[in-house]
């Protein structure tokens, strides 16, 4: 199954092939992997808008008794991420639980979640990109409960790119954790992986991350220079999630 997946993937990967470099958007609404953050920064002006399909068994629910647990329901992230300086990137999530009304009874209203990230070091050809990322952190300002915070995590994470013979290698690792008395709840730990441009795919990007929990794999492609597209594959479900999101410069 595993295998005949990936070659699916592949095979998509290829039909969707255009000449145009491309940044992940993952499926947190940052610049990453499939779910795993890295030190890239879209472009200074950079706006994007779009969501993201969790699968059943990765999806976690955010609010009530049940608060934490991974349900059997799947997931919608909608984001939007703006890149105002070339050092700074911030984003909003709402995550929707699927199958579950929002109404008054069931006292469901979709997670908001606000994260920033910081570029403290440019890559070099000896060094790598160095970002520090802020995630879901309002309660650590008192800008809301410290229970309302689903998603929480402090991470550092650097990013480097080299070639193996023709194949474009981009290698990220990086550590998460919480802050002062905010407890942890994603990137918990080391986290890492690598995004690949084989030359005989035409500038298609394979993603494989570990995102402190789960290995993940991906293929992405930006469409008519503007509509970013990934489809992600998490091996120990054997589920499918996907990315598909807006991108243009607001300046």
């Known amino acids: 199954m595993t295998k005949y997946i990936i070659h699916v993937i592949a095979c998509l990967s290829s039909l969707l092939a255009i000449i145009c470099p491309l940044n992940a958007q993952s499926t947190t609404g940052t610049n990453g992997l499939i779910k795993a953050p890295t030190a890239r920064m879209f472009e200074d002006g950079t706006l994007s808008m779009g969501a993201a399909f969790i699968p059943p068994g990765y999806h976690k629910r955010t609010f009530g008794t049940k608060q934490g647990d991974i349900v059997p329901n799947a997931g919608l992230n909608t984001f939007i991420t703006a890149n105002f300086f070339p050092f700074m990137e911030v984003m909003f999530r709402y995550s929707h639980e699927l199958n579950l009304p929002v109404l008054p009874v069931t006292k469901y209203f979709p997670d908001r979640m606000f994260t920033v ?17 802020l995630q879901d952190v309002t309660a ?7 229970g309302c915070s689903n998603f929480s995590s402090t991470y550092v994470v650097a990013s480097k790119q080299f070639y193996l013979k023709e194949i474009k290698v981009d290698a990220s690792i990086g550590y998460g954790g919480g802050l002062g008395d905010l407890e942890v709840k994603e990137f918990d730990g080391f986290f890492g992986g690598v995004q690949i441009s084989p030359p005989n795919f035409f500038n298609t990007q394979v993603l494989v991350d570990y995102d402190a929990t789960h290995v993940n794999l991906g293929v992405q492609k930006l469409l008519f220079n503007g ?14 999630g996907w990315v598909l999101a807006y991108r243009l410069n607001m300046f």
Not at 117 to 133: D, Y
Not at 140 to 146: I, L
Not at 228 to 234: A, L, N
Request: proline share 5%; hydrophobic share 40%.
């Open 140 to 146: 650590a300002f008192d800008a809301s409960c410290k």
């Open 227 to 240: 509509i970013h597209t990934m489809v992600s594959y998490y091996p120990m479900y054997q589920k499918i």
């Open 117 to 133: 990230r910081f570029k403290v070091l440019n890559e070099s050809e000896k060094r790598p990109a160095i970002v520090i990322g």
